[in-house]
Structure formats: C-alpha cells, structure tokens
C-alpha cells in the first residue's frame, strides 16, 4: 500500500550540480539540433564561443534521483508513467553554471481503485552561487498500480486546444539516433537503448525519451512563431503517445490572442503530445 504520508514529506535535500558549455551543447543536440550543420539558428546553442542554451536543458539538472523506487513508499514503480510536464522558466541559463535544486510533492491524489494515483512533483533551480531562480518545474507521474489509497480526489485541469483547425503546422524530423544522444544528458533507463529491455516493456524497439520531445516541442514550435527559443518562459504538454527515434512529429499550433500558443503533435495519425501551452518573455 502506499505511504501518502511519507510520499509528501519527502526531503529531497538541496543537491549542487555544476555544469559547462559542453553539456548544454549536448542537450542541443539530443533535441535535434545541428540536423542541418550550416543552420546558424541552430548554431548558436552549439557554439562554445559565445553559447545560447536552450531553456529546457534545466529539466536535466539537479535531479532528485530515483527516490520513488524506495520500498518504503510503496510505489509501483513499474507501472509509473510520466504523464505530463510544465515548467516556468524565470531568467535565462548561462553558459556554464553551478546550480543547486530544491524539490516537493506539490500534490498527491486518488483517480479510484485500478485508475491509479496522480502526483506532482515540484522542482526548483536556482544559481548556487547568488540564489537567482532559474526556472520552476512540474512533472506529473500516474502511479498506474496506486490508486484508491483514500486520498483526495484527482480535479481535472486539462489544457484544452482550441476548436477548429490549427493556425499553423510545423513539422520535425528526429534522427534514429536521437534516443543515444539524449540519454547522455542523464536519463540511462534501457528502456530507451536497449532492445531487449524494450520488447519486454511492449514496444517494437526503444523509444524517445518523453523529455527529449518535451525540449523539441520548445525549439519547434519558438521558432514556427518566430520567436527565440531562448526567449521560452512557459512550456507545458502531456505525453500521450510514444516517439520512436525517427519519427517525424508534426506540430499542430494555435495562436491565442494574449500572445501565447496551444500545441499538439502528431506522429502520422498518432496524437504522441496533447494539451501543449507556450509562451515567451519580451522579445
């Protein structure tokens, strides 16, 4: 059964992790940038010499680790999805950085009995050296195997995507190789390069990190509506459906009138991300 009780008060600690240019040249290129070596947009998260980084390398940062596989919990694990990812991202990430991260249950609810359970892990990035937030970040994971523990009812809050057809449609083509760079940014789950560990999960081979598409999302759909990825301060999505590494998704974008955007995408007639929210900071 689980622990609701131990599950919130959780102390993550406040871990430290330093980072340079080479590793946020690495995130770039796990999201697909440099596809096309001479595209000097993508260049700019590529080039040590004067470095742009890409606003969702911060979900690779300061992870908690794999608290949730504590026995103690009582968490099935193996049943876990990660269901949904948000983030607000304050002020801009250097080049090369320490960073300190401080993380909490924000919330932890109750879909019924077989419908799992909902919680909402918060995580927060600050520079380690002068306490400036970086960014603020949600990750939702559906406990499959935990439900009806008597825990508050789940509300629903889903992003819904406007009616009608979308304004513009951006598409991207992940490499085969996309899975291989990414994991190097820190997620080492098989599930994602080895074969064998994916036929057993029930896949045709490895599939694309949820995050990975996550931060091409942010890159893709910036740049369908001119604007600078590094300029991202709000990006928020479900994981719907998996990507294997050379997809090409198509995003499915709707312009809203206070100058943020709703997004989808699509991999053929497969929805893979649902209910995507977007916005920018001043040009």
């Not at 603020?136 to 009608?164: K, S, Y």
Request: charged share 25%.
């Amino acid at each position: 059964m689980i622990d609701s009780a131990a599950i919130t008060a959780l102390d993550f600690g406040q871990p430290e992790q330093a980072y340079v240019e080479r590793d946020a040249i690495l995130y770039a290129l796990g999201v697909g940038l440099g596809s096309d070596p001479l595209d000097s947009a993508d260049l700019a998260f590529l080039d040590e010499r004067a470095l742009s980084v890409l606003p969702t390398f911060a979900v690779t940062l300061c992870s908690p680790g794999m608290w949730i596989i504590d026995p103690a919990l009582g968490i099935d694990y193996v049943k876990l999805v990660h269901f949904a990812q948000s983030a607000d991202f304050v002020h801009a990430l250097p080049p090369q950085a320490r960073v300190r991260g401080e993380a909490e249950v924000v919330s932890l609810t109750d879909r019924g009995e077989g419908r799992g359970a909902v919680l909402v892990l918060e995580r927060r990035i600050f520079d380690a050296e002068d306490g400036k937030l970086y960014c603020r970040l949600h990750q939702t994971l559906l406990l499959r195997g935990n439900g009806g523990f008597g825990g508050p009812p789940t509300p629903r809050n889903d992003v819904a995507l406007p009616e009608g057809e979308p304004e513009l449609v951006a598409r991207f083509a992940t490499s085969p190789r996309a899975a291989l760079i990414y994991r190097l940014s820190g997620d080492w789950n098989p599930l994602h390069f080895d074969p064998a560990v994916a036929t057993k999960a029930g896949f045709p081979r490895p599939i694309l990190h949820g995050l990975a598409s996550y931060g091409i999302a942010g890159a893709v759909v910036s740049r369908a509506l001119g604007h600078d990825p590094v300029k991202l301060a709000r990006l928020g999505c479900r994981f719907s459906g998996i990507v294997l590494p050379g997809d090409e998704l198509e995003f499915r974008i709707w312009r809203l009138g206070d100058g943020t955007a709703r997004f989808s995408a699509h991999v053929g007639d497969r929805k893979v991300l649902d209910g995507g929210e977007i916005g920018w900071r001043e040009q």
